[in-house]
């Protein structure tokens, strides 16, 4: 093994990417408010070609997700100071400190503004019932419609989900016989004719009635 | 006698209200079913022939087109693939009614009869299959449905209708791109911003609705993490 430096004449980025991966679950655990959701994910991590090789660098993918601007804000700054921190401590020189280039312009949460939600959910549940309107959680799922409302015209947005799943799929989900496919899954496949017809009833009703067509 | 007569006044006048209110909402739903099996053409020709983001060249032309048929203003290529159609009918509010268009690098496997086997070249020049797995053929056909009611239903309803047909939604650039082309300038600006997307939890025949952000905001970043490697016996010079 004469090509493998002393371990201790090293800084390993390998363990040093460990050592800030470990800290970083501790951004939502403890510097988030519980009641607030958030996620902070490191879904791609690479560094080193080969086991006897000690590499000079590792790279890692992460994903931030919020709703509010301040977790947004308190999340970026842990992860500047985390893995500052521990390059520090690791005895690394200001030359060497850890890189973060966050993607910029980021993705805006969907802001739906709550009166016009309610405005439309009335007119949904006149034409469609009131058990076909459900309400949700919000979704960790980022939708670039929230452009549309975040310009200086504050224009208020309406984002609603149109059940796609097919009934029988449904009933033996709920009997947990399956799973569902999620988007973005090469098995995914709404059912085109109850939610084509859901989704044109119950829009066009609350466009109308938007129009002011109420009496 | 009088008290009957007040109470045959009421029933009469709630009895024309309530009439009249189903009638809209039984012509609503009618349109809707009555359109189903034409629109099933239109959802499936889509959902064969998918196209990656920033390449929705054919579906907006498709887009375009009938929103033409259906008597819209129609302009296209705004902030790359997009498509806007205004319908002006009398004074108003002005409404926006807006659907994505663009489809993924993912391999079918439905398994349906119009799985789509459409394969395409990416920005990099790579090979890619490409699927509606997002469900934006959905939104688009559910969305003409939608226009065309509105449009055989114009008595009932006066302002101006602005359906936007967005381009690449996926990587989530194309409303900026729209917006940045004028959007709300070069075209009457809506009062209202309103769009589905398709769930693949709940049930065909429901709607899920949560007044407050539904959605979450994102960012990726990329962290870079230095060290000093094993090389050889230069290392412990740092």
Known sequence: MVDMVPPHKTIDPIVLSAKIILDIQTIISRKINPIKPAVVTVGSIHGGTRAN?????????????????DVYKTIRE??????????VSAGLPDEKMPRIIFDEPLDLPVNNDPALVMEAVESMKDI???????????????EDFAKYGATEEKIPIGLFWLGGVATD????????LITLPPLHNSAFAPDFGPAFKTGVTAMSKTIIDLFGNKK | MRYLLSISVLFICFGGVFGQKNTLNDRISGSASSMEESYRTIYIDLHQNPELSLMEVKTAAKMAGQLKNLGFEVTTGIGGNGVVGIF????GKT???????DALPVKENTGLA??????????????????????????????????STLVSLKKEWK????????????????AQAMLDDGLFKKFPKPDIALAYHVSPELPAGTIGYFPGPIFAGVQTAELTVFGYGGHGATSQNH
């Open chain 1, 53 to 69: 090789v000690i590499p000079d660098e590792v790279k890692m993918m992460i994903t931030i997700r919020f709703f509010e601007q």
């Open chain 1, 78 to 87: 842990s992860l500047i100071n985390i893995s500052k921190g521990a390059a």
């Open chain 1, 128 to 142: 469609l019932g009131e058990k076909n309107i459900i309400q949700v959680d919000p979704a960790m799922v980022a």
């Open chain 1, 169 to 176: 799929k449904y009933k033996d989900f709920e009997n947990k």
């Open chain 2, 88 to 91: 002006r009918n009398g004074p």
């Open chain 2, 95 to 101: 409404i926006m009614l807006r659907t994505d268009m």
């Open chain 2, 114 to 147: 119009y799985a789509s086997n459409i394969v395409m070249k990416d920005a990099k020049g790579n090979e890619n299959p490409v699927m509606h797995a997002c469900g934006h053929d959905l939104h688009m056909t559910t969305w003409l449905g939608t226009l």
């Open chain 2, 159 to 174: 302002g101006t209708l602005i359906a936007v047909g967005q381009p690449a939604e996926e990587g989530t650039m194309g």
